[in-house]
């Protein structure tokens, strides 16, 4: 969802792109990693490839591991040994959710799930580039995958109705170009400066919950279904999530002068692209 987004984004901008599907590299498989960097020998690397399904990774949770841990270090060790910028693509499931103000880029880590621990592990890893950007996101929605926008329009095309929505979880929606357009803006402040580089928060404005989320869908999507307020504990679901995941964009805003684009806005676009 977030590669195809930003290798458009890039080749939009004339830009010099390689960019892989998993068939092309499996970015653990340390000898691939070594020869395809060599390479192409890139100024700089992104890495949007990472194991997604949060229930599954409970059950499989070393797969996880190899994918969105291990793997970001052969892409470290890599981005090394021909001077690049690693950005890594990481999480607000690093967080418990404890908090009830806006996590910071500094606040302190406890994921809750081992999703969250493998975007963990990859942070750390990622962190051992010489040089590299650590963009953490949240509740992606994008044209090029499965995402929440699409399974609450499929219910509401199953004609199911009532539709009873978590409301007691709160983060904040991204669209997968907007966050394209923040990674290559971050991505280019911190290819030119150290100052810019290490972890940074993007996610569009502003905070909602899921309920709030599917609410819109419905009410952009032009459908009368009701969506209903329904607690966490009545949806029981293998990994657990943070209560709250809203991430502070503050040094977003500082690095790039930047506000954070309206999810709505990229919701409606969504809806017009995605028919
Ligand atoms: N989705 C969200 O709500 C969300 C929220 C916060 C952060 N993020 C982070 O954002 C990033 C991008 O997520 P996304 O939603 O774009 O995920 P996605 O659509 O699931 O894309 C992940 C890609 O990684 C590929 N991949 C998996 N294992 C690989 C391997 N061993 N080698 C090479 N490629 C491999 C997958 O290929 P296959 O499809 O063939 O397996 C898939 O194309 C991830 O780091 C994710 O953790 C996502």
Redesign the pocket.
């Known amino acids: 969802?977030?590669?195809?987004d930003l290798r458009d984004a890039l080749t939009a901008r004339d830009e010099h792109v390689v960019a892989?599907?998993?068939?092309d590299?499996?970015?653990?498989?340390s000898r691939s990693v070594d020869l395809c960097v060599r390479e192409h020998a890139p100024s700089v690397i992104i890495?949007?490839?990472?194991?997604?399904?949060v229930d599954q990774a409970e059950a499989e949770e070393s797969a996880a591991n190899?994918?969105?841990g291990s793997?970001v270090e052969l892409l470290a060790n890599a981005a090394n040994a021909v001077g690049a910028l690693l950005v890594?693509?990481?999480?607000?499931?690093v967080f418990d959710g404890a908090k009830t103000s806006p996590y910071e880029a500094d606040d302190p880590t406890g994921p809750l799930s081992a999703?969250g621990r493998s975007?963990l592990l990859?942070e750390i890893a990622a962190a051992h580039a010489e040089r590299h950007l650590i963009v953490?996101?949240?509740?992606?929605?994008?044209v090029?995958?499965?995402?929440?926008v699409e399974a609450i329009r499929n219910q509401i095309r199953k004609g199911t109705n009532p539709l009873r929505v978590v409301s007691d979880q709160r983060g904040r929606p991204?669209y997968?170009p907007h966050?394209a357009a923040a990674i290559i803006r971050l991505a280019e402040l911190a290819d030119d400066s150290p100052g810019a580089q290490g972890i940074v928060h993007y996610a569009d404005a502003a905070e909602c919950s899921w309920f709030d989320f599917a609410t819109a869908v419905a009410e952009e999507s032009g459908a009368a279904t009701e969506i209903r307020p329904v607690s966490t504990d009545e949806f029981p679901r293998p990994a657990r999530r943070p209560a709250y995941s809203g991430l502070s964009t503050a040094r977003y805003e500082e690095l790039t002068g930047v506000a954070p684009a309206s999810w709505r806005e990229g919701l409606r676009e969504y809806l017009t692209v995605r028919s």
């Open positions: 969802m977030v590669g195809t892989l599907t998993r068939r590299l499996d970015v653990t498989d890495n949007c490839a990472a194991y997604t399904k190899a994918i969105n793997a890594h693509v990481s999480s607000d499931f999703y975007k990859g953490r996101t949240s509740w992606l929605f994008g090029h995958g499965p995402n929440f991204t997968t966050l």
